[in-house]
């Protein structure tokens, strides 16, 4: 008896051992049961597209989804920090070559207007004003002299004078999102934001006072000759 009730108990273990490997070893495409789906088929959202049912054909219709044409990036929780609190959205593709970047440069060139809120714009030149003498400041210096510190201790030269040179708001947006010859790109340092805040600030403190002092000066020139004009005529009168 003691024999057979070994024997017994060593088949019921050789047909238990068996069960295990034979359904750990199955294909797990189609288990019989799964107790977490989300972790045994870890679905990754996009959040700008319509969400997916992980398990099946069907669309999700879980409501918060549903509400919002079926976006599952949601709205910061109120109280947490926004990503993108200006609301403004990057367009920008890196160029992938010289010709492409020279293109979208020039392009650049011809965006006068930031899309930032233009009611906000004493804010945003004052925030631009701060990020600039932390980030830029150091080659192009605080009046935009291209005379920074680091030019001056004679470790780097050639930074231009904003004043002299042929810029937009875009286009200062445009090099600090791709860089420019020997400066590179800002925008792991700044947000898109943070960028057109910065571009206010430079073109509106450094260019936009030398570009409107230009006509002024010219507009004086036939001023004066209009006054002299007169004074010939009474001259004549007195000789007479």
């Known amino acids: 008896m003691p024999k057979m009730k070994n024997s017994i108990l060593k088949i019921t273990a ?3 051992l068996t069960t295990v490997l034979l359904n750990s070893c199955g294909p797990k495409d189609n288990p019989p049961l799964v107790y977490f789906p989300d972790m045994y088929f870890p679905v990754a959202y996009d959040p700008l597209m319509k969400a997916q049912d992980a398990y099946s054909k069907h669309e999700n219709e879980i409501p918060a989804f549903v509400a919002r044409n079926g976006a599952t990036g949601l709205s910061p929780v109120e109280g947490t920090v926004s990503q993108n609190k200006d ?3 990057s367009e920008e593709t890196l160029p992938k070559n010289m010709d492409e970047y020279n293109a979208g440069y ?4 011809n965006i006068t207007v930031s899309p930032l809120k233009a009611e906000n714009l004493e804010k945003d030149l004052a925030r631009g004003k701060i990020l600039y003498e932390r980030t830029c400041s150091a080659c192009h210096g ?5 005379q920074g510190p680091i030019v001056q201790s004679g470790a780097y030269s050639g930074v231009p004078k904003y004043a002299d040179r042929d ?8 090099v600090l999102t791709n860089g420019r010859n020997a400066m590179g790109s800002y925008a792991g340092q700044l947000n898109v934001g943070d960028r057109w805040r910065v571009a206010l600030y430079v073109y509106n403190t450094f260019k936009a006072p030398t570009a409107a002092a230009a006509p002024a000066a010219s507009d004086a020139a036939p001023a004066a000759t209009t006054t002299a004009a ?3 005529t009474e001259d004549k009168a007195n000789a007479k």
């Open 14 to 16: 050789i047909f238990g």
């Open 230 to 232: 007169p004074a010939k």
């Open 87 to 89: 609301g403004v959205i």
């Open 106 to 109: 020039d392009a650049s060139k």
């Open 167 to 174: 810029i937009t708001i875009g286009s200062v947006h445009y």
């Open 142 to 146: 605080v009046n935009g002299d291209g």
